[in-house]
Structure formats: C-alpha cells, structure tokens
C-alpha cells in the first residue's frame, strides 16, 4: 500500500536519509526504532510531504505522492498524523479540533461531522469532554483527542512520531491502549517509537534506522531477540 | 489666572469632536487592520515581490513623520488628481495607511510566535494555507497580540489630534477655536485634554476587558 524507494532528503549538506526503501502493506503495523537524530522523524515526515524528499519515490496506494503533478493536500487527507506535542488547536474546544478538517477540507455536513467525532471521542473514551477546551485536558487526553482528530478524516494510513515521548509515565497506558485498539481494528500505522514492549506487542515489523539509513527490517519477535545488525543490538542493550 | 466660565458655554460644541475623533479612528483602525493583515501576509509568504513590497511599504511609512504623511495626502490628492478631499477621508486615508504599517508588524510578530507545530497539523490534515490562516493561525495570533493593538488604537486616538493641522473638527480643533474666540487657550486645551485622557481611560478599560474575553481558552 505504500512503497518507498531509494528516498533521500537533505536539509542543505546535512544528509539525513541516506536511500531507504520499504514497502508496507494494507493493515500493518510498522515501528520504526533508532537513535535520536537517525532521520525517524524526517522519514515519516516525508510520507506525508511535510518535508519534501529530495530524492526517491513514494507512492500511497495509487498516488505516486513526490509525483509533481499529485495534489498533496489530497495525499494529506488520506494519512493522519499523530504528533508528540499533540497540536491540538487551543482555541477551539474537542469536538471542534475534530470536527474542523471533515467540514472545511472534505465538506462533510455539520451534522455528520458531529456525529462522527462523537463516535470517535467514546472510542478513545473522552466523550464527556467533548465541549472542554484542550487547556482542560491532561496529555494523555490531548493525546487522545489528536488520535480522533486524525481519524475524523477516515485516513487510509496513521502515522505516529513518538505519540507518548512527551507523557507523563501514568498516561503512557491509556494513550497506548487507543493505538492498540486501532492496531486491532485493522488500521495501517506506522509508528515512531521508544516504547519496546509495545513496539514488540503491536507491530509486525520493526524498522530500525541509524544514521539516516534502514539497517534493519526484521519482525519483532527476532529484532528484540536477536537482532541482525552489530548497531541494532548496542542500541538494544542501550534502551532495554 | 484660570477662568473656566469664559469656556464654559464651549464645552458642548468640544465635545461634539468626540464623534469627530472617534470616526476617523474608527475608519483608520478598521482600515489599518485589512491593510495590516493583509501586509503581514505578505511579509510571512512564500512570494518575494510582496514580501519586498510590504516591507518597504512599512519602512516608508514608519520612517516618515504622521503629519507629513497627513499634509502630503491632503494636499497631493488636488493636485495630482484634480479631486476635492475633505479633511475627514484625507484624516482616515492617512492614519488608515500608518497604522497599517504599524499593525502589519505587530501581526506578523503574533503570527510568528504562533506555534510552528499549528502550522503542522494544519498541514496535515489537508487544510488549505488560506482557512488555515484565517481560522488557525490569525485567530491565536490575534489573542496574543490583543494588548499591543490595543495599544495601537489608544495611540491613535491621542495622536489623531494632529488632523488639526488639516482643519477637521475634532476635538483638538475645536479647542484651539475655542480658545481662539476668546484668548482662552489654556482653559479650552485643558478641557480638551481631560476629554482625551478620559477616552484613553475607558479605551483602556475596554481593551482589558475584550483581552479577558479573549483568553477563555487558556
Ligand atoms: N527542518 C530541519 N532543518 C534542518 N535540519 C533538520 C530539520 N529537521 C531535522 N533535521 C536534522 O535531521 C536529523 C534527523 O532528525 P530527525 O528526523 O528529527 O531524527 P529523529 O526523529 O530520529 O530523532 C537531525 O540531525 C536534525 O538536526
Ligand atoms: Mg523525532
């Protein structure tokens, strides 16, 4: 379903990926695990354009996305993205941050749009706060909220960059549990992670990247036993 | 020697300047905001032209005197195009084109301080740079920048006393015949003063209460 090939991407002389390819198909789950400052981030970045490749190929189900001629913000409606700091929007209360980009980007009735961020708040258990500003929620909420309001477009892909990095350790859980969920239910995520049990958990495959390059695409099980590459394994014995 | 009866039966036609002052604060605010937020959306885009554009247009006006911006207006419009303009518009126009200036970088400073990961989500989600402008960015940088525009509309309404030098009826104006009519300059500017400091006071008054407002969602 989304296919990367030999993608590149500088910021001036800083290379920060290096030629990565992978392919991820409907309904997996992807971890991708490295170092700070290995390129996680800008990689996951670049499937959504928020940075532009300067080299490769990606292509999203039938759109070929660093195609010039793609339009980008269509791309866009189709992968939700999840961020750290959450960036809710703090002058709109819960239902409107969800209900906003169904109405104004897809023209999604007000009625409709309503119903379904409803379905979506009881979904991630935050139903009773639809009506709060984001000020009032704890992080792990906010974080919830972000994950609904992604989801309010009905995207084909989810991607996370490190969607609890920024938690206290008591709201990891909760926030985790959501992205299980939606594992479960079939969605196609990709998710940058410093969460190994999860990681282990949920994902499918763990892509471990370092230095801007994919060294390995191994299936969980293997990469936190026995990973394949001498660097996977010194970062292992870092984080575990 | 203060002798406030001689202006006494003045003060109704000073006050009557209030609604003079006001108008040509009112335009020029209404004005100087279109205009600045327009400026400073050419100033954070991606287009160098505008961007080259805006930035001399504010050099030019922040780095001339407000009177001279107000006599050229009043006085060029004539002669180069051959039409009338009454001091009224000419006090709007001018103030309206300064204080764009002014408020265009109070904007773009609002913008700027607004957090990039906004921008991002926006982005994200597929909606379009113009409504992620109008309901994402300009409404929070607005809600920061509430004090300093305030500020700038209080400016405005002491510094539009200088329309006098163009003739319109303001308070200012109205004072200085006043005083004119019957040598009683002091008691007719004082007037005009404590009626300038007591809109400074309730402009205050209202601007702390429209920030309080504003800031529901903090
Ligand atoms: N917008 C940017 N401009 C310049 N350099 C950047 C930018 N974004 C990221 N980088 C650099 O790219 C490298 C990888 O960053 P990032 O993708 O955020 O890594 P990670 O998410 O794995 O920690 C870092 O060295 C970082 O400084
Ligand atoms: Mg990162």
Redesign the interface.
Known sequence: MIKVENLHKSFGKNEVLKGISTEIKEKEVIAIIGPSGSGKSTFLRCI?L?EEPTNGVITIGKDVVTDKSTNI?????N???V?Q?F??????TVLENIT??PR??QGVSKTEAIAKAEELLRQVGLHEKRDD???RLSGGQKQRV?IA??LA?NPSVMLFDEPTSALDPEMVKEVLAVMKSLADSGMTMIIVTHEMNFAREVADRILFLDGGQLVEDTPPAQFFKEPKSARAKEFLEKVL | MLDFNAVVPSIPYILKGIGVTLQIVLGATIMGMVLGILLALCKIGKVTVLRIIADFYTSIFRGTPLVLQLMIIYYAIPQLFDINIDPMPAAILAFGLNSGAYISEIIRGGINAV?K??Q??S??????YA?MMK??IL??AM?NIMPALMNEFITLNKESAIVTVIGALDIMRRAYVVGGSNYHYLEALMIAGVIYYIMTLILTFLGKKLEKRMS???
């Open positions: 959504n928020l913000m269509k791309v866009r409606e992968v939700g993205m961020f700091h960036h809710l929007f703090p002058h709109k906003y980009a104004n980007v500003y984001p000020n972000a309001r992604a477009m | 957090d990961g906004q991002e989500a982005l994200a989600l597929g909606i379009p409504k309901d994402i409404p929070q809600k529901r969602s903090d």
